[in-house]
């Protein structure tokens, strides 16, 4: 049987599409109710869940958006208990075309915003001793994915929060990790070129293209009590492509 998440209050940051939408979906399956976060209003995610769901706008390169976020769920729930950070930019742009702005961005939409979670939810977490922090990074930190200087450099600074904040908070019942997907087929990554999404997933030992169930299943077990003893982690799933070096 499932691991059950009833009684479990989340918030996924990207719900509205893709692979947030997914992991909304499945936490709803496993109990919990979800607080869909995105730029856009989730309808279509919460029509999915069909039971109960919260749709709330959120930028989440906006601090002051997280602190209003937290206080709407501490007065509607009087909890949180489980934060995906899974909202992220993945412009393609080469080293020379990367100006500062660019940079700026894809910094604080793909990392500040997690900074931010955790000083928004942590009072909320810390309250009833437990919590989990479940961010998403990505498997191409470890590849040579081209035009992705930026974008990789956002993604190992998740992974290097995900170390530093689980050091601090487990004494407070909260686990912290980073899920590293492979290419994954959503609404983001329709756009890219055939040939470079084939080679891809043709690399894999599982050789197929990613899709945002494969991400959200294990998204599921970490928020789980079963995943109580593993934190700090950062896990690959990308049908094994990623190889320890
Ligand atoms: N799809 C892939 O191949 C892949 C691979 C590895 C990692 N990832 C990571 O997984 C996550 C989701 O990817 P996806 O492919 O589902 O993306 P997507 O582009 O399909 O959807 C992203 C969602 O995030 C929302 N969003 C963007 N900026 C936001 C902001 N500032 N505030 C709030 N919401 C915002 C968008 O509105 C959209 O609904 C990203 O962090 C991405 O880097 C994706």
Redesign the pocket.
């Known amino acids: 049987m499932e691991q059950s998440l009833a009684g479990k209050i989340a918030v996924v940051?990207?719900a509205?599409?893709?692979?947030?939408r997914a992991i909304a979906v499945k936490l709803s399956a496993h109990g919990a109710t979800v607080v869909l976060?995105?730029?856009?209003p989730s309808t279509e995610t919460a029509a999915l869940i069909g039971g109960e769901s919260l749709i709330r706008t959120?930028?989440?390169?906006n601090y002051d958006q997280w602190r209003e976020l937290a206080e709407v769920m501490d007065t509607a729930y009087g909890r949180a208990d489980i934060v995906v950070n899974?909202?992220?930019?993945?412009p393609i742009a080469s080293i020379d075309e990367v100006d500062e702005a660019l940079w700026q961005k894809t910094m604080s939409?793909?990392l500040d915003s997690h900074f931010y979670s955790a000083k928004a939810f942590l009072p909320l977490m810390r309250r009833h001793r437990w919590g989990r922090f479940i961010n998403?990074s990505?498997?191409?930190i470890g590849l040579v994915a081209l035009g992705l200087s930026h974008y990789i450099a956002s993604?190992m600074g998740v992974i290097g929060f995900v170390r530093g904040l689980a050091n601090e908070v487990a004494a407070d019942g909260i686990t912290v990790n980073a899920v590293l997907?492979?290419?994954?087929e959503?609404?983001?990554?329709a756009g890219m070129p055939l040939d470079r999404k084939t080679g891809g997933w043709q690399m894999q030992a599982i050789k197929r293209f990613a899709q945002?169930e494969d991400i959200a299943a294990p998204v599921a077990f970490l928020a789980g009590e079963d995943a109580g003893f593993i934190t700090g982690q950062s896990i690959v799933v990308d049908g094994g492509l990623y190889k320890i070096s």
């Open positions: 940051t990207g509205a599409q893709g692979i947030g976060a995105d730029l856009e959120l930028d989440v390169s899974n909202a992220g930019i993945y939409v793909n998403i990505s498997n191409s993604k997907p492979a290419l994954t959503t609404p983001g990554t945002p």
